[in-house]
T-cell receptor, first 114, second 110 residues
Framework: DTGVSQDPRHKITKRGQNVTFRCDPI?????LYWYRQTLGQGPEFLTY????????KSRLLSDRFSAERPKGSFSTLEIQRTEQGDSAMYLC????????????FGEGSRLTVL | SQQGEEDPQALSIQEGENATMNCSYK?????LQWYRQNSGRGLVHLIL?????REKHSGRLRVTLDTSKKSSSLLITASRAADTASYFC??????????FGAGTILRVKS
């Protein structure tokens, strides 16, 4: 069990560019969550997968954001035409359905949009 | 806002003192969890309390839950400098969506 890993850990990009983050959950976990966290705030829910199915999306997830989990294992979060307001820490977490809902978090991917 | 509310926003105490953080939420819940986040890092699960429980202990942690008031508290006893972190309550709305509070920043001075 290597835990939840996220890549890249840091990304600096120019406004208007596309960025993609990857999350590898704990192997036996079938639920995967994406959260966004800005400085001084708690994580805000973005989206959630059970296996490969995206079951819920936040209204925060504009049309520029898309998340996939094609084979029910790793997930990607893509942000198109980045804006300065997208600068944040993007956190991925996984859990096991049928359990208590305890989340196991990765270390996050920090995005800075210049 | 989708977030619950926590107070205080920040708490500064001396090593050895107890720290109490409170959380309020808005909906019916399955359970409520507390997480810790060290600066710039991921979050770590501390303790979970189910909606039919009123109090739970884990080491130096004590959590209470009052569903009639939609509130919870986290008590850390005999605090240590290593407890310095942000603490978040997280509740599960029906539908498996986990919602975070705004967090309490705890600083323990040695």
């Amino acid at each position: 069990d290597t835990g939840v890993s996220q890549d890249p850990r840091h990304k600096i990009t120019k406004r208007g560019q596309n960025v993609t983050f990857r999350c590898d959950p704990i192997s036996e976990h079938n639920r995967l969550y994406w959260y966004r966290q800005t400085l001084g705030q708690g994580p805000e829910f973005l989206t959630y997968f059970q296996n490969e199915a995206q079951l819920e999306k936040s209204r925060l997830l504009s049309d520029r954001f898309s998340a996939e989990r094609p084979k029910g294992s790793f997930s990607t979060l893509e942000i198109q035409r980045t804006e300065q307001g997208d600068s944040a820490m993007y956190l991925c977490a996984s859990s096991l359905s049928g359990a208590t809902g305890e989340l196991f978090f990765g270390e996050g991917s920090r995005l800075t949009v210049l | 806002s989708q977030q619950g509310e926590e107070d205080p926003q920040a708490l500064s105490i001396q090593e050895g003192e107890n720290a109490t953080m409170n959380c309020s939420y808005k909906t019916s819940i399955n359970n409520l969890q507390w997480y810790r986040q060290n600066s710039g890092r991921g979050l770590v699960h501390l303790i979970l309390i189910r909606s039919n429980e009123r109090e739970k202990h884990s080491g130096r942690l004590r959590v209470t839950l009052d569903t009639s008031k939609k509130s919870s508290s986290l008590l850390i006893t005999a605090s240590r400098a290593a407890d310095t972190a942000s603490y978040f309550c997280v509740y599960m709305e029906y539908g498996n969506k986990l919602v975070f509070g705004a967090g309490t920043i705890l600083r323990v001075k040695s």
